[in-house]
């Protein structure tokens, strides 16, 4: 009976018989839990009775026989990427794709872009390779993520030069790192930020009105404090019809122009 099933011809009465478990007799109808051994791991026999840890190897990673008992990295592959296999000991790059971005699977083997989703953005998961739109959310704003594709408001408290855009510029992102025309905006107009690279109608406020911010531009009614009158050719910086206050005539700034009724 034995050598009869190991032969060519493999009838129901030897399978499951120790010395019929050979390639030569796995077949579909001898897919049982007594023959799953790794002589009779062939795709022939790649049965949810057979889906064992001692069957889980790549001859045998079909959908159907992709349980969590046969979650094992012999076995992550593209075919076997279903959500019953969602699982640590599977999360390899070859296993990246959408059906299987969990928070289960979501490490940093797995972050790429096939698998930015916002169900894995999650701090194991910010790498430049998934920061984009998608992705976006407060979970995954840490410096590795802050890039240009990335900027977006929930996600503003990265300071980093990649960063500085209007969707971005604001009060939780006005760092001297991101002192840039781009940011020159008046959410971010403030002392840390009032440089000349700033010094823009859009950020003339009291709160940017000192020495290095003071330009034709800026010389505005909200702006006339001696601070900004303090310039040898002041003349033609900041003496301008808008200015014309006792703050600002000072003895730097004797200029004709400047002497307007109110200060002369």
Known sequence: MVNSCCGSFCSDQGC???NCCCPSCCQTTCCRTTCCRPSCCVPTCCRPSCCVTTCCRPSCCVPICCRPSCCVSSCCRPQCCQTTCCRTTCCRPSCCVP???RPSCCVPTCCRPSCCLPTCCRPSCCVPTCCRPSCCVTTCCRPSCCVSSCCRPQCCHC????????SCCQT???RTTCCRPSCCVSSCCRPQCCQSVCCHPSCCESSCCHPSCCRPSCCESSCCRPCCCLRPVCGRVS???TC??????ISTCPRPM?????CC
Do not use: F, Q
């Not at 400047?258 to 109110?262: L, M």
């Open 159 to 166: 300071d980093l030069e990649s960063c500085c855009r209007p």
């Open 172 to 174: 939780t992102c006005c």
């Open 16 to 18: 499951g018989l120790e």
């Open 258 to 262: 400047c002497c307007a009724s109110s």
């Open 99 to 101: 059906i299987c971005c």
């Open 239 to 241: 003496c301008h019809t």
């Open 244 to 249: 014309y206050r006792p703050t600002c005539v």
